[in-house]
């Protein structure tokens, strides 16, 4: 894939943390960058959609009585 270049400023306490935590895990501050985002960008999605997931499940009764064909003058 064709790399891009992208400039960014930020403060150097965010400069300086980007820099500690890429060392840390013995890659490059545009390694790590890259890879915040596309973990943000897979992450996001995938936490929305369990979330919804989960609440439909927990309240699936709540809302078959609410919203179900069985609810009177509704049918």
């Given at each position: ?20 935590r ?51 003058g509704?049918?």
């Open positions: 894939m064709a790399k891009t270049q992208l400039n960014v400023r930020v403060d150097e306490v965010t400069a300086r943390a980007a820099r500690e890429a060392g840390a895990r013995g890659m490059s501050v545009n390694k790590y960058i890259e890879e915040l985002v596309r973990q943000d960008v897979g992450e996001a999605g995938q936490t929305f959609v369990q979330a919804a997931a989960d609440f439909m499940k927990q309240y699936e009764s709540v809302f078959a009585e609410e919203f179900g064909p069985e609810r009177e509704h049918r």
